[in-house]
């Protein structure tokens, strides 16, 4: 059973950085694209980043671009996301997903962590 397990989350000032860790068991980390997702109060979940198997290719959504950074490490089996220059509205709980295929949609990703939260203060 593939398991997932989010670190690193916190209470920081706007402009402030993190990084969030997702360590992966379980299964080859290495045959899974990572993603991450973030839902805020009142709100659906929504798409963050996405690295490929290798990690030569990422992908982020708007919001984020220029901002945040998603890595993988496959002989730590652990994949990153560097968050800086961090805004109020990055205020949600951060998850971490693994999946066979490479895009936004969270369908596509079939192993999720628990979650763990980041609150940026103004």
């Known amino acids: 059973q593939v398991q997932l397990v989010e670190s690193g989350g916190g209470l920081v000032q706007a402009g402030g950085f993190l990084r969030l860790s997702c360590a992966v068991s379980g299964h080859t980390f290495s045959s899974y694209v990572m993603g991450w997702f973030r839902q805020a109060p009142g709100k659906e979940r929504e798409f963050v980043a996405a690295v490929t198997w290798s990690g030569a290719s990422t992908l982020y959504a708007d919001s984020v671009e220029g901002r945040f950074t998603i890595s993988r490490d496959n002989a730590k089996n652990t994949a990153y996301l560097q968050m800086q220059s961090l805004k109020s509205e990055d205020t949600a709980v951060y998850y971490c997903?693994?999946?066979?295929?490479?895009?936004?949609?969270?369908?596509?990703?079939?192993?999720w962590g628990q979650g763990t939260q980041v609150t940026v203060s103004s």
């Open positions: 997903a693994a999946g066979t295929t490479y895009g936004r949609a969270s369908s596509w990703y079939n192993y």
